[in-house]
């Protein structure tokens, strides 16, 4: 079965650090990738989504970037965090030709708090 | 581009029904999804209608009209652990990625 980790669980990071956020994808091949992001009591955005190696595309111009060095991992980083970065990451998948709709599915999430 | 409209609350009793709402608009219409998001935790996928209809599974179902651009997720023989955030999201055409609504919150009272 298919399995997706994302870490750090939690981190709290001062304005102007960087960030580098991980995301892995076991049990399938060739997987579309996604950054999602949730601010507090608000919607998912969808910030990053990767349909394959080098292939990322930005959904919204910000200071984040993402890259994808393998198949299966997901990274978003960023050189300079700002205040309005705190949130709630989820690194999600889906199959690259799928069946049902491509469904996504969601890690655990990572709660990062800028200070 | 895409508009998702859901309502943001809503109450209901143990043991009852509830219909929860969603209106699309959508440039290419490629499948609706229901996610449930506990406080706190990452949203789990629920249900997916892509062809007009009612779809069950359990106590959830799913219903899609793609000429009115509406959907409702309907949970029966509720439960304390209903008490969670429904999403409604929407894949389109030109897109592999969800566009979510924000979210109905709904509260599960004894």
């Known amino acids: 079965s298919q399995t997706i980790h994302q870490w750090p669980a939690t981190l709290v990071q001062p304005v102007g650090s960087p960030l580098s956020l991980e995301c892995t994808v076991e049990?399938?091949?060739?997987?579309?990738l996604y950054w999602y992001r949730q601010a507090a009591g608000r919607g998912l955005q969808l910030l990053f989504y990767?349909?394959?190696?080098?292939?990322i595309s930005s959904e919204v111009p910000q200071n984040l970037s993402a890259s994808r060095p393998q198949d299966r991992q997901f990274i978003l980083s960023s050189k300079k965090l700002l205040l309005s970065d705190s949130g709630f990451y989820l690194c999600a998948w889906s199959v690259r030709q799928g069946g049902s709709g491509n469904t996504i599915y969601f890690g655990e999430g990572s709660w990062l708090t800028v200070v | 581009g895409q508009n998702i409209d859901q309502p943001t609350e809503m109450t209901a009793t143990e043991g009852a029904i509830v219909q929860i709402n969603c209106t699309y608009q959508?440039?290419?219409?490629?499948?609706l999804f229901w996610y449930q998001q506990h406080a706190g935790e990452a949203p789990t996928f629920l249900s997916y209608n892509v062809l007009d209809g009612l779809e069950e599974k359990g106590r959830f179902s799913s219903f899609l009209s793609r000429s009115k651009g509406y959907s409702y997720l309907l949970l029966k023989e509720l439960q304390m652990k209903d008490s969670a955030s429904y999403l409604c999201?929407?894949?389109?055409?030109?897109?592999?990625?969800?566009?979510f609504g924000s979210g109905t919150r709904l509260q599960v009272q004894p």
């Open positions: 999201a929407v894949m389109d055409m030109g897109r592999r990625a969800l566009t």
């Open positions: 049990g399938t091949s060739n997987p579309n």
């Open positions: 959508t440039s290419g219409f490629n499948g």
């Open positions: 990767s349909i394959g190696i080098d292939q």
